[in-house]
């Protein structure tokens, strides 16, 4: 199943604006009434320069940084900073002057007067603070906003990317299936209907089992095992097979269909002479969080180098990359005539 994203915006929730600007003011409160002494002027001051800040702060996240910073129209927005800063100044000082105090700048020893270049400086100074704040923190979430989206897509990029391996490997293994099928009954064998129960096993695995990307080990077992049940009804006496477990399995899980297309390999490069084939498969939980599978038979030379379409193999390859990256390990030998594949990965439980 493919996941949809859905493409939302960066917008921080209505009840965090409320907690920061009550917090603000609460703090501006306590810390300029305990500067003056006097609590009754910090609340007036602040109940009427902080609609001020908050309107100069939405403007600015909202309306200048997306209008005109995003488009990189840089003149204008030091035009209409210069602008908002200059009707800023002369409201909050007539408002001030007006319901607050006649003293406009109280921080200052003695009377101060309005429109002055240090009054002028210090009240930008003031602003650019309370809008630099809340911008930085504005610009904060939206970059870890970009980020888990990113990271969203990521995964999802990699889920649909599985998928499609996967659903190249299904096919791929139908496909041998009912070309063996296929021999059968043109031989008219009395095991082809053995074939077509055992291939029905398969495909209701395939098909309605197999929907999370993790599995348990014993189900993908059994899966290997029908598929080697169906290659012994088959070739019969000419290949010996067998399935050795090393350590407890019970909560092991697996990507599903990881392990069958070496097990295919082992009958599309195997020798078949007068003497039958093995074919040795194991799973170890070598209990330091790794499972190691392996898969060995006899094998023909001349086959393998004669073969040109592993496409089985490459997807499994591609997936153990983008499932694991660097954290697993697949090695093939030849020892004594005989070929060995050995897959350790990463042990996923539950």
Sequence with gaps: MIKVLKVTNAIIARKYHVIFWLGYFTFNFIRWGSYFDDYWYSLKSNLVEFPIHMTVVYLHIYILIPKLIVNKKYKEYFVAMLLL???VYVIRTGLNYMLVTQNIWPEVDGFQQAFTFNHIVAVVLGE???VGLVSAIKLVYDWLFELNRTKDLKKVQLQMELDLLKSQI???FFFNTLNNLYALTLTKSDVAPSVVLKLSDIMQYVLYEVKEPFIRLYKEIKYVQNYLD???LRYGDRI???IEIDGSIDDVRVPPLLFLPFIENCFKHGSFGDVPMEVR???KNDTKGMLIFCVENSYCEKIIE???HGIGIRNVTRRLELLFGDEFELTKMLV??????????PINKG
């Design 85 to 87: 800063f200059a009707a």
């Design 128 to 130: 650019l603070y309370v």
């Design 170 to 172: 299904q096919p791929h």
């Design 230 to 232: 169906l290659e012994q």
């Design 240 to 242: 010996d097979c067998s």
């Design 281 to 283: 498969i194991s799973f």
């Design 306 to 308: 004669d073969s040109v």
């Design 336 to 345: 004594n005539n005989q070929y060995r594949v050995q897959l350790k990965i």
